[in-house]
């Protein structure tokens, strides 16, 4: 669990922030999965204050799903991190991008777009509809999902067509909203989950802990083995050379 752990620090959120999420939204996050998950993961949390931001090569070699929660740094991220991730994404790592991580680097490279969406934080009502029902990752969820208070987040969301579109949200003022999407990129596989500002406890909702939870094991890899982001290969002549002889048989 990737936490960008800005909020957690900042003058302006930090009480707030010690009030609703004392142990930081990574943490939270992080405990909703050994909840419900238990001796089937290892949960480990990295941010981005720690060197290389907590992603070295050696992390991630160990890691089969990356969750990243992202807001007000992003531009900071380093782009040689962002290239590993990416290059482990495309291996077969597994990546659930939530929230305000529709604007970081990697989910915008791996979406090729600009991630943009309408929004607006007035404590809206959300409804978190299934639109997939029978997916893996809405097993045991509701429908829908009522959280209380949460900020807006509304069309148009500039993403590419997604490959499965498993939840979409309706807000008190009438807006629409893909919230849950999945896409394959390479060899692994994205969900993209949008419940969950700082503003608000959402991480602590027993549904969208369920929900990512599911995630996890949706988005990890079936074999540790295929861990190999594509390359160019270069390959030797072939075994076998055809050519037409002139009276139009063929040689070989």
Known sequence: ??????????????????????????????????????????????????????????????????????????GSVDDAVVDRVYSRVLGGM????????????????????????????????ELVWTV????????????????????????????????????????TGGEVFRSGCTWRRGKGRIFYFSPGDQDYPVYHHPDIKRVLANAVQWAAPQRSIDFVAPAVVNEPAPRFRAQLAQDGEVSA
């Open 1 to 74: 669990m990737w936490g960008e752990n800005f909020h957690e620090n900042s003058d302006r959120d930090r009480e707030m922030m010690a009030r609703l999420y004392p142990d930081g939204m990574h943490g939270a996050i992080a405990a909703g999965l050994s909840e419900l998950l238990g001796d089937r993961v290892e949960v480990r949390t990295a941010t981005q204050d720690q060197p290389e931001h907590g992603l070295s090569a050696e992390v991630l070699d160990n890691t089969d799903v990356l969750t990243w929660w992202g807001h007000a740094t992003h």
């Open 94 to 125: 597994g990546l659930l991008p939530l929230h305000s991580a529709h604007f970081s680097k990697i989910f915008i490279k791996l979406m090729g777009t600009s991630c943009s969406l309408a929004w607006r934080n007035s404590a809206d009502t």
């Open 132 to 171: 997939a029902p029978g997916h893996p990752i809405t097993e045991g969820v509701p429908s829908p999902i009522v959280i209380d208070e949460q900020e807006m987040y509304g069309e148009y969301f500039d993403i590419p067509q997604p490959d499965e579109q498993i939840f979409l949200s309706t807000f």
